[in-house]
């Protein structure tokens, strides 16, 4: 092959006239509901009221509504357009780095200022909280891609943002906090003395590492009592999915422009399940209506498998038990992963949409453990130009996997997976990798099981 | 103003199709020509041959061609694609927080995948060594920017790529090392062990913090004695500056889209001077045709001030003199300028082509302080939502002044500056600016002059 041969770059854009301007809500087409959540004093459903000490009305309305789709305000399209529609590239030179007959197709969501997918909820999170006269909003975050996306989206609209970071993702990503800091936003150390949540952690263990569950308590402790503060969730709840579908609905017209049917597989990493559900629910009202038929494949740390090693239970958001209890996947609230580079996987439970999706078997599940990943991202990146930041490197690993498969097998499969964010701030954990320092999570089945014992009985 | 008003985005993109598919050549319009290069030993005009053991015989034809456009290969179009056309935005934002009637446009160069402007020069680079059957390529780097870039496009080509990244930098810019490795460069600290010209440096001093004139000399070293290996500079050369005018032929579309029939200042930061020339040639094209009057205007650090407090005059490129004499703007090839953020704007001379440019009085140039570029980044990444790196923030604050003085004025300007790559590795410098530890350059008139003293006597 010629050198004019051999690079290749297939990038699949829409106009800006093309973006999509509704969500689309999966709730709408489910043969079943998903159980709702319950009042944590009560364990009665908790309605509208419950949560309005945390979210202004227009988000609690999306967090219930059936409606099939939602009207993106035009205010929020103004923002998206800093850097939507976001490109859908054809992954050539990776496809030919394998030598597979597969068709590779990612879509890029590192465009964003904040270099995730974050901020597509984070900037309507932030509207509607300014909408509604709230000043401040509080967050938690772990590796920063959530608490980065916030204050961007408060800066726009003159909000404060406190955001509570995990200690040990405080300490080892100065260039994370910042970020946020640039952009405006105010970061705690989590656990800190701000909340008697955080103080108790701190009487425990002046040291403590932190975790998005103790976090998230810190965060609602804050905007609970405040009536000009709310709370802002980056995962796990059914707007912010909402929110995220604008991925899957361009991709869906990106596909159908490069000529494609329909993906045979359709694979991303889940955390708190936000990047995945944004990706698959276009594609799962497709399969719903008979109009096409994608594998549908979540993809997990092998440290902090919620789905495949989880029970499937009523149970808290948080460490501390301040938030509705949730019927998820979740390895107990008070499940501390191991410190993965991924920090954004570091979840303990699973979104309750994806988790009644995964229990409807309209998905399936997998998890990878961070060597195959890591391995897969340096081929990424000295193939597509890209550094993925270490969550999408399970869904880039699992779609080298399937590309390796239909080598062998000879089959052309389409497969689509999400670049969710690039790996900028991550370096360090390429240094582990390249550099021979990064080991696979070692786990036991005892860890797990002891964890889940946190899990409530619940009913 | 309602929250549905306050926050707007007006990206003006090309469509593929719209794309330029030649580079501007300035050589084919100037009055007069710019004198020629001369051989180190013998100071005679240098030719082709004399920089073939550097440059393969394409980039060298390219170099002193006076063809007015010229092609750019359908595969480094196909590697453009993959960020190119790049985004215009129009800063409503920041105009917005300024209150100013000017119009204020950034062209941003911070979305391919090395994060700057310079895979524009690096990738062409690449694929012309690699055609000419190069194996190896070496160069220099300062803050890493076009470290990263070249790594990139060698990856893309095979092409092994050896780094010699400035003492300084590689102490304390870790992240940027490793995202070279993540492309597969190797890099090197200089000066190195590995070349006489680095050895001699460590004599004098072992724990030398190294400056770009250096490694340039380490590089241009290893480089010259292999038929297997050739350098590449990422600025000041004139086939550089011509890749990099992509950049200015893209912006005159995009502001004729936008309605604007001209800009009225166009302003951005100089170094070497690749992404001034890139953005501002085509459109010093217009003005010499006499389609367009815009004051045009170079900003440089107070730290490293070529233009405004350097000699017009022949001088090396490099410490050590091992490149040919170029009539430029210098301060003196010895000169070490402070370490400032912006290390990709620490170098002693200009870019021959700009240099002559300034002498016919088609440009200006100002100097302006880091405390205030870093204000007015901070200003930008709070509104605009990118945080700059800190090159740009030169021509942030020096398109902010513009503004401001519109706003005594009523002037309703349009201003045109380019957004050359975001800060993500440059974080430590926000932190500086951010956390009170960072200070304005101070330098004496006897520092300049001291420096100047090293330029040498010619004719």
């Not at 030919?96 to 999170?125: D, F």
């Amino acid at each position: 092959m010629s050198i004019d041969e051999t690079v290749r770059t297939h990038k699949i854009t829409l106009d800006e006239s093309e973006m999509p301007t509704s969500w689309y809500n999966i709730l709408a087409d489910l043969p079943s509901p998903p159980p709702p959540a319950l009042h944590p004093g009560t364990l009665e459903p908790a309605g509208p009221d419950d949560f309005a000490p945390l979210f202004p009305m227009d988000l609690i309305l999306q967090e219930v509504s059936t409606d099939r789709f939602i009207d993106i305000p035009g205010a929020v399209l103004d923002v998206y357009r800093q850097w939507r529609p976001s490109p859908l590239f054809r992954a050539h030179r990776l496809e030919q780095a394998l030598g597979t007959p597969a068709r590779i197709y990612y879509k890029y969501e590192g465009v964003s200022p904040a270099g995730s997918h974050k901020p597509n909820t984070a900037v309507p999170q932030a509207y509607y909280n300014a909408k509604a006269g709230v000043k401040r909003l509080t967050t938690e975050t772990g590796a920063g891609q959530w608490g980065t996306a916030l204050a961007f989206a408060c800066a726009l609209y003159g909000l404060d943002c406190d955001i509570w970071q995990v200690g040990a993702s405080y300490d080892q990503k100065p260039y994370r906090r910042l970020m946020m800091e640039a952009f405006g936003g105010k970061v705690h150390r989590s656990p800190s003395d701000l909340t008697a949540s955080g103080r108790a952690q701190l009487a425990e263990r002046p040291d403590h590492p932190g975790s998005l569950g103790i976090a998230i308590s810190e965060a609602v402790e804050v905007a609970a009592p405040d009536p000009e503060t709310r709370y802002a969730l980056g995962s796990v709840l059914n707007h912010v999915l909402l929110h995220q579908t604008i991925i899957g609905e361009e991709a869906l017209l990106q596909l159908a422009k490069a000529g494609e049917t329909a993906p045979d597989l359709l694979v991303g990493c889940t955390g708190g399940g936000s990047n995945f559900g944004g990706l698959s629910f276009p594609f799962l009202r497709e399969k719903l209506a008979g109009r096409m038929d994608p594998v549908i494949r979540a993809v997990e740390p092998a440290s902090c498998p919620s789905l495949t090693k989880g029970v499937y239970a009523y149970d808290f958001g948080d460490t501390a038990g301040m938030t509705p209890l949730m019927k998820m996947h979740t390895l107990g609230h008070d499940f501390i992963p191991d410190p993965i580079h991924a920090g954004g996987l570091r979840y303990h439970g699973m979104a309750p949409l994806i988790s009644h999706l995964y229990e409807l078997g309209m998905m399936e599940a997998i998890s990878i453990p961070q060597l195959e990943c890591f391995a897969a991202a340096v081929q990424f990146t000295r193939t597509e130009g890209i550094l993925p930041a270490p969550e999408p490197t399970h869904a880039i690993a699992a779609a080298i996997r399937e590309a390796l498969a239909c080598k062998e097998s000879g089959e052309e499969k389409v497969i689509l997976t999400a670049l969710c964010g690039h790996g900028h701030f991550d370096l360090a954990a390429y240094d582990a990798y390249l550099n021979g320092r990064m080991a696979d999570e070692e786990i036991t089945d005892e860890r797990f099981a002891q964890a889940l014992s946190s899990v409530p009985v619940v009913g």
